[in-house]
């Protein structure tokens, strides 16, 4: 079971994590994203180039904004008291995943049955 720093260290992590999150997401000037792929500000990236770095940037977007629905999740979950519970098994999630991932919904033996089909 966490104790009382243990937790409080995973939310405070939680919290940090939604912050940084929600800054990444925002739109930035001078970004990648405000050029169009064919724009002559682009200088010396050729056109394929271009339509790789958008790619590469749209999916860490979604991959961040997955990450902050998990967080999000994790944070509403302590709200409510379900905070280090399998939402699957419902059983304790061992204190070591959540220390690596503290918006971990899942515990390993649940997380490696649904990746394992």
Not at 40 to 68: C, K, P
Not at 72 to 83: C, H, I, N, P, S
């Amino acid at each position: 079971m966490l104790s009382t720093e243990q937790l409080r260290e995973l939310i405070e992590r939680l919290q940090e994590s939604r912050t940084l999150a929600k800054a990444l997401l925002e739109p930035q000037s001078g970004g990648i994203d405000e050029f169009e792929v064919g724009d002559s500000a682009i200088g010396r990236l050729t056109r394929m180039d271009a339509i790789q770095v958008q790619a590469m940037s749209d999916m860490s977007r979604s991959q961040l904004g997955v990450r902050l629905q998990q967080v999000e999740a994790a944070l509403v979950a302590f709200d409510e008291g379900r905070y280090g519970f399998c939402n699957r098994c419902k059983e304790p999630i061992d204190v070591d995943r959540l220390l690596a991932i503290p918006e971990a919904p899942l515990c390993l033996a649940c997380q490696q049955a649904i990746e394992n089909g």
